[in-house]
């Protein structure tokens, strides 16, 4: 017996794998992960898809998983660098289970795996995540870290879906008749810097009305010009004066493996990711009941403006709300039958992309209604914004429960503590994911959600009123920081 190096529980969350190349994630547990994927999910003799994105390791851990999967008498299909939304792509349109290989956001030294069954379902540590670690840590801890091979090994083919990927977009929101459009996209050298050129430039089909302007299209994994992470606002400088040189009416922003969109107005300003659920969110509400659809559902998170739901029930569809984080989601779209998903974290989901997260498709949506009228985004995104939103501001906390009960004190229910800024009001408080604390007059809400794997509690807020939100926001971080 080899003495155990990798602890599998250091690279599996609830979602997906995310580990420090060398350290939490290696080639030997890839390999054993490829084999455990196989057992659990009982896939002998049937197809299994594998890809990665740009980072330097991708290529050498896509191998070893396939290894690992042939080992155990998979068939597997090496699709090439992809992004995580071109796997769910194939999942669906193949009918078979996956895995990319990609850390998201994270910075180069770390890799990591997304999971799907077939259909693009996703597994998490509920469906099958943890049941893949632990059947993988067994094989990590047999003599040489050995995968036992089936009488019949699996093969390896390879196979393009790029093409597949950008016409079946295409197909889902025709942007051949809008009107000229100067577009500059961000790829953050992450995977949209593929995709992009695919679906909206004319690389590999037919050109459409955008001029598109690319910044930072080469692939590296290394992230030599900014982190591809456009939820940090600094990540964005370049885009938002890359918009404001070439004149251009929209930014796109993509983190690195293309799954999330921030959008840029012609100003340069970012229009807030509740805004593009909005916008997104009527578009696809018409569509369906122009389909014989009588109310429409859409899934929002429960830190997405009040505005979504809103503008949902006006435009006689049924707002579902849910909690924070694609599989709870993506379980919520399936069960409700839902047209579409958004988060304020800018992941978007359709339906018919297999209740998946895109970015590229919701960028679609957003060029699409901008391009079909003649107001600048600004004007546009604006009637999707009636609220102040203060983002999200994160605390560092050891007795996160303690920093709640502080604040619930002053806005308890009860009574209610006037704080200087606010005016009184009757409050609520719900508790799905975190502590929400609502103004019963509809004027302001906060939310308090502690990270799962961070020392933070994580607070959201929104009003009708910038100073009143800004009131709200300083009472209640000094609450939580004991000030």
């Known amino acids: 017996m080899i003495s155990v190096t990798i602890d599998l529980s250091a690279s599996f ?24 994927f196989v057992d659990v999910l009982e896939l002998t003799g049937r197809q299994v898809l594998v890809g990665g994105d740009m980072r330097p390791t991708s290529p050498e851990f896509v191998e070893a998983f396939a290894e690992g999967a042939t080992a155990r008498g998979a068939d597997v299909v090496d699709l090439g660098r992809i992004s995580t939304d071109m796997l769910y792509f194939a999942c669906g349109t193949r009918q ?12 180069s030294q770390y890799n990591g795996m997304k999971m799907a069954r077939a259909g693009a379902v ?9 049941e893949i670690r632990d059947a993988a840590q067994t094989y990590l801890e047999t003599e040489d870290a050995r995968i036992p091979a089936v009488e019949r090994p699996g093969t390896v083919e390879q196979s393009d879906v790029l093409t597949g990927y950008a016409e079946y977009l295409r197909r889902l929101v025709d942007l051949r008749g809008v009107r000229p459009l100067k577009v500059v996209v961000d790829a953050a ?36 010009n900014h982190p591809a992470n456009p939820l940090e606002p600094e990540n964005l400088h370049d885009l938002q004066a890359a918009v404001r040189e070439h004149e251009a009416d929209i930014g796109l922003a993509f983190d690195g493996d293309a799954d999330r969109c921030f959008v840029i107005d012609e100003r340069g300003e970012a229009v807030p ?11 696809e509400i018409a569509r369906a009941r122009a389909e014989g659809e009588q109310t429409p559902v859409i899934i929002h998170n429960l830190i997405t403006s009040k505005a979504v739901p809103e503008l949902v029930e006006r435009e006689a569809g049924r707002a579902v709300e849910t909690r924070v984080g694609h599989s709870y989601i993506k379980a919520v779209m399936a069960e409700e039958g839902a047209v579409f998903g958004g988060e304020h974290s800018a992941h978007y989901y359709f339906r018919d ?8 498709l919701a960028a679609m949506h957003v060029l699409a209604a901008l391009g079909t009228q003649e107001l600048p985004l600004s004007q546009l995104a604006a009637e999707y914004s009636p609220y102040v939103a203060s983002g999200e501001i994160n605390s560092e906390v050891e007795d996160k429960d303690a920093a709640v009960a502080r604040v619930l004190e002053v806005f308890s229910p009860q009574a209610p503590e006037l704080v200087d800024g606010v005016e009184a009001a009757e409050t609520s408080v719900h508790r799905m994911d975190g502590t929400t604390v609502s103004a019963a007059d509809g004027s302001w809400w906060f939310n308090l959600r502690p990270s799962n794997t961070e020392p933070y509690l994580r ?24 000030e």
Request: glycine share 10%; aromatic share 6%.
């Open 96 to 107: 078979a289970p996956g895995v990319v290989f990609t850390a998201s956001h994270n910075p």
């Open 459 to 482: 607070f959201n807020g929104e009003a009708h009123d910038g100073d009143v939100l800004d009131a709200l926001r300083d009472r209640v971080l000094e609450l939580v920081r004991g």
């Open 13 to 36: 969350k609830a979602y997906d794998v995310r580990g420090l190349v060398g350290e939490t994630i290696t080639a030997d547990s890839v390999r054993a992960v490829g084999a455990a």
């Open 273 to 283: 990711p509740s805004a593009v659920t909005a916008l997104v969110a009527r578009r």
């Open 189 to 224: 050298n992450g995977m949209s810097g593929l995709t992009t050129p695919a679906v909206l430039g004319d690389e590999l089909l037919d050109p459409l009305p955008l001029e598109v302007v690319p910044l930072y299209f080469e692939l590296d994994g290394t992230f030599p």
């Open 353 to 360: 992309f297999f209740n998946a997260d895109t970015g590229m």
């Open 122 to 130: 996703p597994i998490s540590s509920d469906t099958g995540l943890a």
